[in-house]
């Protein structure tokens, strides 16, 4: 169905679910210092009384609003909730959008022993058969969600920087673009909507002076700009690109993240992703640039054998 009313008379409203100990305080804490109004543990089978009837409307200008839920939440049936949510995101005075935070078991687990907090479907049970309930409880959240965030790695400070990036700026009804590099043997991004394999390209990996040095660093870039196959494939990815951001933003679409992937994530995909965000910048979009493996150690397990 097509929107009705103006963007900007539209009431934007985040659900903020995930595992516990993902990081939801955080983001709900970050989001009110962005200016949206927070709520954490809210029952969300009260969500169509607490927005108010289509029409209704008790401020000209809402803030945006933020509303935390988890599995410890009242009435807390993943499938009804999604059920609910799909219904109040057909009126054409609401934009809805679900965020999910995930994080891998081991890490969960180190954070549960950290704060010594006792996990809610644990409590005569081991910790990981409480994490594994919860995860499976979870999946149809996790799966339905419009953005997941994987907070295994993050530090609360690169976790607030992540919210700021994606919804610092944002105003309702606006398309967020995030460009994504990754390393395909340490898995593809799960919330990603575009995925471009650059795995073609001559690897700088195997270039003794350019292994230890990332995508960032200029002497890799011009290693990878001369690959003549590098120059035509941008081209078109670029043009892609741009050709689709403004198609998903017509048909509602309120989050695209374009994944470029390599081997291990740190030379030609992270190039490629910077150069690709300079040329949607030029376009009007602004994307948010995330580096998933980055950080990670160049090695010859990950890379493989190289070609003679």
């Known amino acids: 169905m097509a929107d009705t009313a103006p963007s900007e008379d ?7 679910t995930g595992m516990l100990g993902a990081g939801k305080t ?3 804490r970050e989001l009110e210092n962005l200016g949206w109004e927070a709520l954490d543990n809210f029952p969300i089978r009260l969500l169509r009384r607490l927005i108010g009837k289509e029409g209704e409307r ?3 200008e809402a803030p945006p609003l933020a509303i ?3 599995g410890r939440t009242r009435g807390f049936k993943p499938d009804e909730i999604i059920a609910r949510v799909k219904q109040l995101s057909a009126r054409p005075d609401l934009v809805i959008s679900t965020l999910f935070l995930d994080c891998t078991t081991v890490e969960l687990e180190r954070r549960f022993d950290e704060t010594r907090r006792r996990h809610h479907m644990a409590q005569d049970s081991p910790l990981t058969e409480g994490i594994a309930a919860e995860r499976e409880l979870l999946a149809p959240l996790r799966h339905w969600a419009d953005v997941l965030i994987d907070t295994t790695r993050y530090s609360t400070n690169e976790l607030k920087q992540v919210v700021r990036d994606r919804f610092g700026a944002e105003s309702p ?3 967020t673009v995030t460009v994504a590099s990754f ?7 799960p919330a990603a909507d575009l995925v471009f394999d650059m795995r073609f390209l ?3 990996h195997w270039v003794p002076e350019l292994r230890e040095q990332t995508g960032l660093d200029p002497a890799v870039g011009q290693h990878i700009e001369r690959d003549p196959s590098f120059a035509p494939a941008f081209e078109r990815i670029a043009d892609l690109v741009t050709f689709l951001l403004p198609r998903y933003d017509a048909q509602g679409k309120t989050y695209v993240t374009v994944a470029i992937g390599c081997t291990g994530g740190r030379h030609r995909s992270v190039y490629t992703a910077e150069k690709l965000a300079g040329v949607l910048r030029g376009a009007g979009f602004t994307p948010t640039v995330l580096h998933r493996n980055l950080g990670s150690r160049a090695a010859e397990m990950i890379e ?5």
Do not use: C, K, W
């Open 183 to 189: 390393g395909f043997a340490r898995g593809v991004p």
């Open 68 to 70: 935390g839920f988890d």
């Open 26 to 28: 955080t983001v709900l």
């Open 304 to 308: 493989g054998v190289q070609q003679s």
């Open 173 to 175: 009804g606006s398309l």
């Open 58 to 60: 008790h401020e000209q």
């Open 10 to 16: 539209r009431q934007r409203i985040l659900l903020v």
């Open 202 to 204: 001559d690897n700088p």
